[in-house]
């Protein structure tokens, strides 16, 4: 009898804190808060990894330590999406997943590129991550009353 009755109080707590909404994960910032202070700075690290001006590379990666930075900018951006798709933030449960499900891949895609160390491959990911920063923005941001900065349009 002992012995159930301790099994019992185990799944009624491992139960109640599955169900606590306390532990479970709710949003603090604004979608607009995650742009400005995370998915845009990293992003940009991920697109100064791979310029040409003239058909010279200004500013890219030179030691292991720039790489594994670029890799970690990539793979905070694909972190990023799941933010993104935190309950309450989602604008829907379809172009908005498709949407934020396309920039993580994209973002993961440039990690494997960084940790290769190979430029091109980082430029085209960077390519890839535009795309989908720009595709989401059409969907979802009405340019009357809102004007996203760089990366937007
Ligand atoms: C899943 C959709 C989605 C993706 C993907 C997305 N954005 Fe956004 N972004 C938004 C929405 C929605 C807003 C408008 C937020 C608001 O002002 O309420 C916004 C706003 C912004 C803003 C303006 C913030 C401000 O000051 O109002 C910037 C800058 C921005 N995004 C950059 C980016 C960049 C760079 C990327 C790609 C790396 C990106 N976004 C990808 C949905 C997205």
Same mark, same amino acid.
């Given at each position: 009898?002992?012995?159930?009755? @301790?099994?019992?109080?185990?799944?009624?707590?491992?139960?109640?804190?599955?169900?606590?909404?306390?532990? =479970?994960?709710?949003?603090?910032?604004?979608?607009? &808060?995650?742009?400005?202070?995370?998915?845009?700075? @990293?992003?940009?690290?991920?697109?100064?990894?791979?310029?040409?001006?003239?058909? @010279? &590379?200004?500013?890219?990666?030179?030691?292991?330590?720039?790489?594994?930075?670029?890799? =970690?900018?990539?793979?905070?951006? %694909?972190?990023?999406?799941?933010?993104?798709?935190?309950?309450?933030?989602?604008?829907?449960?379809?172009?908005?997943?498709?949407?934020?499900?396309?920039?993580?891949?994209?973002?993961?895609? %440039? %990690?494997?590129?960084?940790?290769?160390?190979?430029?091109? +491959?980082?430029?085209?990911?960077? %390519?890839?991550?535009?795309? +989908?920063?720009?595709?989401?923005? &059409? &969907?979802?941001?009405?340019?009357?009353? @809102?004007?996203?900065?760089?990366?937007?349009?």
């Amino acid at each position: 009898m002992r012995s159930r009755f @301790v099994l019992g109080a185990v799944v009624v707590a491992f139960a109640s804190g599955v169900g606590c909404s306390k532990t =479970a994960l709710t949003p603090i910032a604004t979608v607009e &808060q995650i742009m400005e202070t995370t998915v845009e700075p @990293v992003s940009f690290k991920v697109f100064d990894a791979a310029v040409w001006e003239n058909g @010279v &590379q200004i500013g890219g990666p030179e030691t292991d330590e720039d790489w594994k930075m670029i890799e =970690a900018n990539a793979v905070m951006l %694909a972190e990023t999406g799941n933010l993104l798709l935190m309950g309450s933030q989602m604008k829907d449960q379809t172009g908005w997943v498709t949407r934020t499900q396309a920039m993580m891949d994209a973002a993961n895609e %440039a %990690a494997k590129a960084a940790a290769a160390k190979n430029t091109d +491959a980082v430029f085209k990911a960077g %390519a890839k991550i535009y795309e +989908a920063c720009t595709g989401c923005h &059409q &969907q979802y941001i009405n340019p009357l009353t @809102v004007q996203p900065r760089a990366g937007a349009n």
